[in-house]
């Protein structure tokens, strides 16, 4: 009948963005390396706001950035959410890795999306050695 079985409105500022997990890797690298914005604004985006400290529990929120503690490094990133997805996508400074997922529900609950983040995480900086990463 061509009626929409969801309301547009519920993405709130998502934008409608379409993207693989690849090219979200590809522009968190790009993004927090300092290619997709100039240092100043970098920074801006990397600072975190003065009550984010205490929302975020030793980690921080700046310009649309969760800043978080991935063991002893911290990391960059954000996640969404549409209707019937769910998105992650985070940064590592220290071994320079991006890594993203998206899963086709949105039935996953927090402590299970953060577990599955967790391990990718740490599958990917396990043996990460950013000397070795071919230049830009």
């Not at 002893?72 to 769910?86: A, I, L, N, Q």
């Not at 927090?110 to 396990?126: F, I, K, N, Y």
Request: aromatic fraction near 10%; charged fraction near 15%; proline fraction near 10%.
């Amino acid at each position: 009948d061509g009626a929409l079985k969801f309301s547009p409105a519920s993405e709130f500022t998502g934008g409608g963005l379409y993207c693989s997990s690849g090219a979200l890797v590809r522009w968190a690298d790009a993004l927090y390396t300092g290619r997709a914005l100039p240092r100043p604004y970098l920074d801006e985006l990397l600072t975190p706001g003065p009550a984010s400290a205490a929302v975020m529990k030793g980690g921080g929120y700046g310009l649309g950035v969760f800043m978080l503690k991935t063991g002893p490094d911290p990391s960059y990133g954000h996640g969404g959410e549409f209707p019937g997805y769910r998105t992650v996508m985070q940064f590592m400074p220290r071994s320079q890795v991006a890594v993203a997922f998206q899963v086709n529900t949105t039935e996953i609950d927090g402590p299970a999306l953060e577990a599955l983040r967790h391990s990718l995480v740490e599958a990917a900086t396990a043996h990460a050695n950013p000397a070795e990463r071919p230049p830009k």
